[in-house]
């Protein structure tokens, strides 16, 4: 396929990979030296058993790479390539940079510099804590929400406040299952202890090892999480599940609330006699997308149509207001 930039430093291919300079691919499979996991979720990591064996080596930071390991990937040592934060490395005469984002423990923001150029990729991000890249000359960026009709009308901080207020108001009475996405079920179980909940942690055994990874990696200690080993939880306790594992759950004794960034209407919906959803997302709002590019000012920019929704509205939209050039790919 051919690049999408002008001067072939990036793009966005059908498989959802996108290419960096001439060497680098991150978050899908194809043929390049170099493989990057910018995260550990589903998405990003698509493809990398064909990475490992392809490519000769597996770029990722250090608590990524520990959480993919937790996932189950095997990647041998002489190709797993960790690489802690604003921390350069040559590869072929292209030099890549792993930049902070806030999404989950472990995440990064992608820069690589060529001979003909600098591509940034950003990842899933969310504002504030995300530091644009400048200096750009292609910035790929994720839109998961690509247009207003996305927007939330609440803080994040209100939304944990919520959640918290309705843990501890259905725990008293027995279990309360909490179920979200890897990442998100850790750092709630951060923020619920900040916000005073003193009850009794639960959660599958791949879960209470990436808690113990995001711990570290967020310096904060949410104190012992109980292996969950399946059936009826009978003591007041807040059971973190897999948001995959809703359906054979939903049954179960206790209040179930799921974390979800698509519920728009309000932050905490009813949606069952004892089943709840509460608005909480990790990505960025469309407006907090427009700021990042605002702040960063590449000469170009690729809007990834592969994970986001709208994204053509944002290319627009970023034409239009901000005076960048942008296309949505693929
Ligand atoms: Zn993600």
Redesign the pocket.
Known sequence: MALGSPEGLAGVTDNGAVLLGSNFVADSFWRRLVRIVT?A?A??YKGLPSSIRESIAVIATPTTLELLRILGFQIPRDKSLPLEYDRGIAIEEEVVTLRRSR??AG?AQVEVETSNGRAGYT??FKLPGTPPMTDLDVLVIDATYGSPRFERRWSDSEALDALALLVEKHVKNGPVWVYGYH?KLQEVMVELRRRGVKHRFLADYKTVRMVEAASRYYNYDVGDVGVYKGGQVDEPSVVFTHVSKINSKSRMKGAHIVLTGWELKDVVVRVGENRYNVSFS?HATFREVVAYVSEARPKEVIVDAYRGRDAWFTAKYIEKLLGIKARAEP
Do not use: N, P, R, V
């Open positions: 995260h979720h998405d990003h999404h989950i995440s990842g899933d990442g990790d």
